[in-house]
T-cell receptor, first 115, second 109 residues
């Protein structure tokens, strides 16, 4: 079974703090993704990576950065957390192929609250 | 940019009934993939079904099937003989990693 794990299920941070969300997958997938999930808005892509040290901006990259130093690990960084970044963050991975042709495997999510 | 729209924020049916979730999308591509994902309460999102646009035949997975109308850009999910375990958020997802707003489906005993 594919496993995608995220470092925390719940996280509470203060405005201005630097926040790291970590994601690890164990299926040797090339692609990894970070989404945020908000009620009424569905999932929105923040960043994705198709290889180590490679990254592509998604639809809402502002205020976020990412790091992929190893194939299995993809980190999302909030440089200076703000209250409008309070959300559920989902990590996903998939095999490489035609863009978005393969099933994505999701982690359990991190519910981040910024106060 | 591609858009995916789910116009039913919430639905509720009785166990064993058939329910259809709607999804429309917009794309200028000719070959693409469409997906339905399920997110049970407090559990990880999983793939329900996938459709390749160049295939005429509608995808089916056990009690789950799609009605794919390429010309109308419509991709609805039908759940037959619904079960309590089908209670979840359902997301339609299209090409270019775009997801719809989600439909919260509740199956009542």
């Amino acid at each position: 079974d594919v496993k995608v794990t995220q470092s925390s299920r719940y996280l509470v941070k203060r405005t201005g703090e630097k926040v790291f969300l970590e994601c690890v997958q164990d299926m040797d997938h090339e692609n990894m993704f970070w989404y945020r999930q908000d009620p009424g808005l569905g999932l929105r892509l923040i960043y994705f990576s198709y290889d180590v040290k490679m990254k592509e901006k998604g639809d809402i990259p502002e205020g976020y950065s990412v790091s992929r130093e190893k194939k299995e690990r993809f980190s999302l960084i909030l440089e200076s957390a703000s209250t409008n970044q309070t959300s559920m963050y989902l990590c996903a991975s998939s095999f490489i192929g035609m863009e978005a042709s393969h099933e994505q495997y999701f982690g359990p999510g991190t519910r981040l609250t910024v106060t | 940019a591609q858009t995916v729209t789910q116009s039913q924020p919430e639905m509720s049916v009785q166990e064993a009934e058939t329910v259809t979730l709607s999804c429309t999308y917009d794309t200028s591509e000719n070959n693409y993939y469409l997906f339905w994902y399920k997110q049970p309460p407090s559990r990880q999102m999983i793939l329900v079904i996938r459709q390749e646009a160049y295939k005429q035949q509608n995808a089916t997975e056990n009690r789950f099937s799609v009605n794919f109308q390429k010309a109308a850009k419509s991709f609805s999910l039908k759940i037959s003989d619904s079960q309590l375990g089908d209670t979840a958020m359902y997301f339609c997802a299209g090409h270019k990693l775009v997801f719809g707003q989600g439909t919260r489906l509740t199956i009542n005993p």
